[in-house]
């Protein structure tokens, strides 16, 4: 089945530096994936997502890239700022979520 | 707009108990999805529902079962409680499932002591 995988369970930078968070996935068949944010006490929040047929997608601040060919994901945040703190979770849709799991993002001045 | 609302927020239950976890969708929305989100892992999928009719199972016992009612509400029950149970529980709506489009509520935490 498919599986999900964060490569760094902690990353920790700058406010104003741009963050990336990897993320692995195992299953080909899996064609729409999505980052979610968590911040203590909450329920995931969505960030941005990209489907199989596109490579890069951005947002307001916050880039995906997905490359298919070794079945990575990266979020990447520019500017970084203190609200940015959280947990990042990416996660892959088949007929349901599969989650990776998640890369806290610290922010420090 | 109310987003996906969960009650209770915080519960506490003694090992063999049993729990009624509720969520309330998004209006309009007619899939209901439980996961299951242990302390420092990703949410794990428990079920979904649409249109009051079971869609989806993940992988846990027949200890969990949940429904979903006419106004699109749903219930998540668990039966003997176990330590490992303590979990935050998280409802998400969708207006058709499948994957896409997906609001989660904030979740109930639920501690088995």
């Known amino acids: 089945g498919e599986s999900v995988g964060l490569h760094l369970p902690t990353l920790s930078v700058q406010e104003g530096d741009n963050s990336i968070i990897n993320c692995a996935y195992s299953n080909s068949a899996s064609d729409y994936f999505i980052w979610y944010k968590q911040e203590s006490g909450k329920g995931p929040q969505f960030i941005i997502d990209?489907?199989?047929?596109?490579d890069k997608r951005q947002g307001q601040r916050v880039t995906v890239l997905l490359n298919k060919t070794v079945k990575h994901l990266s979020l990447q945040i520019a500017a970084t700022q203190p609200g940015d703190s959280a947990v990042y979770f990416c996660a892959a849709s088949t007929d349901k979520l599969i989650f990776g799991t998640g890369t806290r993002l610290q922010v420090f001045p | 707009d109310a987003g996906v609302t969960q009650s209770p927020t915080h519960l506490i239950k003694t090992r063999g108990q049993q729990v009624t976890l509720r969520c309330s969708p998004i209006?309009?929305?007619?899939?209901v999805s439980w996961y299951q989100q242990v302390l420092g892992q990703g949410p794990q999928f428990i079920f979904q529902?649409?249109?009051?009719?079971?869609?989806g199972r993940g992988n846990f016992p027949d200890r969990f079962s949940a429904r979903q009612f006419p106004n699109y509400s749903s219930e998540l029950n668990v039966n003997a409680l176990l330590l490992g149970d303590s979990a935050l529980y998280l409802c998400?709506?969708?207006?058709?499932?499948?994957?896409?489009?997906?609001?989660f509520g904030s979740g109930t935490r639920l501690t088995v002591v």
């Open positions: 998400a709506s969708s207006l058709t499932g499948g994957g896409y489009g997906y609001t």
């Open positions: 209006s309009g929305h007619k899939s």
């Open positions: 990209i489907r199989s047929n596109m």
């Open positions: 529902y649409y249109e009051k009719e079971e869609r």
